[in-house]
């Protein structure tokens, strides 16, 4: 494990015993111009997790959701690209489907990756050629095959009805076994575990997916957007075990 690793599981270990604290206690919250909520949690877990990754990469650049992006200094190609706290709208909620995701991107490529699920006091990462781990011990995605035997996640439904893309919803909701429901960041650790198959997704952002890219690659699976490009940055994604991939994107690509 190298020193930047260590320092992201930390921090994120750090702002989920935060994260644990506070569950529960109906905290308030605003709504952003996206109209998705943010709490006072939210912001206090960037500021915890900004600060303790400072001296991992002196002079690397930040980008996080809720203070934005902060350049690296000159000659320094790394930069932390932080969720504080994935599934803000299931913590407000009481639901224990939250926690914070750090990635690490070095000359533009990402190199590892951390989620942390407070409510279950679980960690998951990963390091380019290193594999993926829960706790330590390794994790793989799963073998399954078969599109109509899979468990498949589709978030933003509503956004496909308004991109008007319903029949591919339709195609992809007929077509597999069944959808156990988006859970955030709990969703692409279960898929690096081989619990579930694949995910389908519109709207995401960097910070949402970046750590998650990198676990799931490691894990053996794939993460790209609907025309099969491997980036966190389309707005697209499809993320899957693998052996499902090019089945969906032959629904997903034309959209």
Same mark, same amino acid.
């Given at each position: 494990?190298?020193?930047?690793? !260590?320092? %992201? ?6 702002? #989920? ?11 308030s ?5 996206? &109209?998705t ?14 600060k ?6 002196? #002079?690397?650049g ?5 203070? $934005?992006?902060? !350049?690296? @200094? +000159?000659? /320094?190609?790394?930069?932390?690209? /932080? ?17 914070p995701?750090?990635?690490?991107? =070095? ?5 590892? $990756? ?7 006091k ?8 290193? #594999?993926?781990?829960?706790? $330590? ?8 095959g *078969?599109? &109509?035997?899979?468990?498949? =996640?589709?978030s933003?439904? +509503?956004?496909?009805? *308004?991109? #008007?893309?319903?029949?591919?919803? @339709? ?8 959808n156990? $429901? ?6 692409? %650790? ?25 676990i =799931? ?16 940055? %389309?707005?697209?994604?499809?993320t ?5 991939? @090019?089945?969906l994107l ?6």
């Amino acid at each position: 494990m190298t020193g930047e690793l !260590a320092a %992201a599981i930390a921090a994120a270990r750090a702002a #989920g015993r935060l994260q644990r604290r506070r569950f529960g206690r109906r905290e308030s919250f605003q709504l952003k111009a996206d &109209d998705t909520p943010v709490t006072a949690t939210d912001r206090d877990s960037e500021d915890m997790i900004r600060k303790l990754l400072t001296n991992a990469v002196p #002079g690397g650049g930040f980008l996080g959701e809720e203070s $934005g992006e902060t !350049a690296p @200094e +000159a000659n /320094v190609a790394s930069r932390w690209i /932080v969720d504080p706290l994935d599934g803000t709208k299931k913590f407000v909620r009481g639901l224990p489907f939250f926690g914070p995701c750090i990635a690490l991107e =070095v000359d533009s490529e990402l190199q590892l $990756g951390v989620m942390h699920l407070p409510a279950f006091k679980q960690t998951i990462w990963a390091e380019r050629g290193a #594999g993926a781990f829960l706790d $330590g011990e390794p994790i793989h995605v799963s073998d399954q095959g *078969r599109l &109509d035997r899979a468990y498949v =996640v589709y978030s933003s439904e +509503a956004e496909f009805i *308004r991109r #008007g893309w319903s029949s591919a919803l @339709e195609r992809l909701i007929v077509g597999s076994y069944h959808n156990p $429901g988006f859970l955030d960041l709990y969703s692409y %650790a279960m898929l690096a575990c081989g619990r579930i198959d694949a995910i389908i997704n519109i709207g995401e952002s960097p910070w949402d997916i970046a750590a998650a890219r990198v676990i =799931v690659e490691e894990a053996g699976g794939r993460l790209t957007d609907f025309q099969g490009n491997p980036t966190v940055y %389309a707005g697209t994604a499809v993320t899957s075990n693998g052996h499902l991939h @090019e089945q969906l994107l032959r629904i997903l690509r034309d959209l």
